[in-house]
């Protein structure tokens, strides 16, 4: 009896790929041991044959046990619903078997820790920034970085560039305040919760909120890469 392309997605959800740079590394940096978790991003490709990944910066695809209870094939349907679409996601998890002598075998998924669009995917530089957050209704933009905040809100889109940011301790937040050469003070706080952009339906790990002014932007938030 032949499946359907949704019956197919959904019989497929415990085999997928992922891989991508080791434990705090770069792209292509290669496999990490079997008993350590890190950091992974790629894109996931969903296909007639089971759901697969491809790591930033590598050519391999490794089919994937995945142990999101279901979160993984919810983002997908929820971001891009196409049975053979693709979806650029950040993840947590560890190669299995390791062996330094050939590629593993597949790649044991622990937590989506992200979802998004696969373009720009791979492409999208943040590289250096602590946090890149955004929202919309007001629509607003901020990338955090230890030596400045760039910061852009409303139809226009203007940036504005405010000094290194001073982060205050607060139980289970970070909160980073910088001052504009004008004066304006920006607060800015990333909350570690798991945040749904509304309209794309794209999953971030924090939650952020920014006061600007009179101003109040709410949104989700992304962690940058070393």
Known sequence: MKRSAAAGLIACCAVFSCGDSGAGGSEGDGFVPADAA?????????AADGVRFQPCGMA??????DSTNGELVQAFRDLVNDPFG??????RGRYDPYDPNRAPERFLLNELRRSAFAV????????????????AEPAWLA???????VFSAGADGALLEFGAP???????????IATA?????????????????????????????ARLGAGYFVG???????
């Open 143 to 149: 990338d955090v970085m230890e030596e400045r905040i």
């Open 38 to 46: 890190a950091d992974f991003h790629g894109i996931v490709l969903f």
């Open 181 to 209: 050469p004008a004066g304006d003070t920006l607060r800015i706080v990333i909350h570690p919760v798991r945040c749904i952009d509304e309209h794309t339906g794209a999953r971030y790990s924090f939650g952020a909120e």
């Open 86 to 91: 693709t979806m650029y996601v950040e993840v």
């Open 220 to 226: 989700c938030a992304a962690a940058g890469w070393p």
């Open 166 to 176: 001073e982060v205050k301790d607060s139980v289970g937040l970070e909160v980073f």
């Open 120 to 135: 720009p995917g791979c492409e999208e530089d943040i590289e250096g920034i602590l946090f890149r957050a955004a929202g």
């Open 60 to 65: 391999l695809e490794f089919p994937v046990a």
